[in-house]
């Protein structure tokens, strides 16, 4: 069976503009987003995404071209952390950073900036998150994400008190 999902959207995104997608459960938010995501892909129209300085239709990228373009300019913030249980709440936000060879030190400073905006106590970086409350895990989860260097980010479900008005509030 096919369903008729996103039928016509169309989205424009320019660079420093911070979106939320706001609806009812089950209008297609994070669908959209799994699409930015190229983690769904339609069966017609394009995905078009500003990759360096080319423009690349995720929908008939290649595979190794999609990896690449979630290394450097989309990132993902999923509903849940998902992390190896023993690593601090600093070495998680932290991560993303260091993979793209950013030193060790701006890293940890950058960590503790998000981890600070985000309300997590700084008695809690050097824990585990899994010893956290769903809500602190979450603002790690978001610090995470917020962390990466690309220029795109895609964050699902937030908070229900961070709504259109204060979502600007703590991602500058």
Not at 145 to 160: A, I, K, M, R
Request: charged fraction near 20%; include cysteine.
């Amino acid at each position: 069976m096919r369903l008729p999902v996103l039928n016509r959207a169309s989205l424009t995104v320019n660079a420093g503009e911070c979106v939320v997608l706001h609806g009812h459960s089950g209008s297609g938010k994070s669908t959209l987003l799994r699409s930015l995501y190229a983690n769904y892909l339609p069966d017609e129209g394009q995905i078009q995404i500003k990759h360096g300085d080319e423009w690349v239709d995720l929908v008939t990228a290649p595979a190794r071209k999609v990896v690449e373009i979630r290394k450097t300019t989309v990132g993902w913030v999923s509903q849940f952390l998902r992390v190896i249980p023993r690593i601090s709440a600093l070495e998680v936000v932290m991560q993303p950073l260091l993979d793209t060879g950013v030193p060790r030190e701006a890293c940890a400073a950058k960590a503790a900036r998000l981890l600070t905006r985000l309300n997590v106590p700084e008695r809690l970086w050097h824990l585990a998150p899994s010893t956290f409350s769903g809500g602190e895990q979450q603002r790690v989860n978001i610090a995470r994400g917020l962390s990466s260097t690309t220029p795109f980010c895609c964050l699902t479900n937030l908070p229900p008190r961070w709504t259109p008005k204060t979502a600007p509030r703590w991602w500058n």
